[in-house]
């Protein structure tokens, strides 16, 4: 799977302005709420706020993958924000988050969600690639770093 295929350019917020984990969560729902990727940004909210409990999605290393999966969505939407300051996320290493990864698929989509995780783990294991994204000013530099990346 190619991230950039999927992901819009506009929907990568650097700095995100929140400081905490609902409050960045939601702010990265709205991000595509406000690009007309969702038909209900609250069962979208509430999707990705539920898996969040049931285990935290913030995999070590100063990344979170929130997800869900929600028929507020025709297909696959992904959103990325970056944080200049760490947000606690309940990490499994215990230490904040400065990448975040959003994605939403439709209820009945398990295949390309499943991918899509797959691809960001195995792209967020390139220690220098997360160094890069964690230093970048803009939403283009994301942009343009993630194709870099995946054309490598």
């Not at 924000?81 to 947000?87: D, K």
């Not at 994204?133 to 994301?142: A, F, H, I, P, R």
């Amino acid at each position: 799977m190619i991230l950039t295929q999927i992901l819009q350019p506009d929907c990568i917020k650097v700095p995100v302005k929140s400081r905490d984990k609902e409050a960045v969560i939601s702010e990265l729902v709205d991000l595509l709420n406000t690009k007309g990727l969702l038909s209900d940004r609250d069962s979208v909210l509430e999707a990705v706020l539920i898996r969040e409990r049931t285990q935290s999605t913030g995999t070590g290393a100063g990344i979170a993958i929130p997800h869900g999966k929600c028929n507020a969505v025709k297909e696959l939407v992904i959103a990325i924000g970056i944080a200049h300051e760490p947000i606690e996320f309940n990490s499994i290493d215990g230490k904040p988050v400065t990448i975040l990864i959003l994605l939403v698929s439709p209820a009945g989509q398990t295949g390309p969600h499943i991918q899509a995780l797959a691809t960001i783990s195995r792209l967020m294991l390139n220690e220098e690639f997360r160094q890069q994204l964690e230093k970048v000013t803009s939403s283009d530099q994301v942009y343009e770093l993630l194709n870099n990346q995946e054309n490598k």
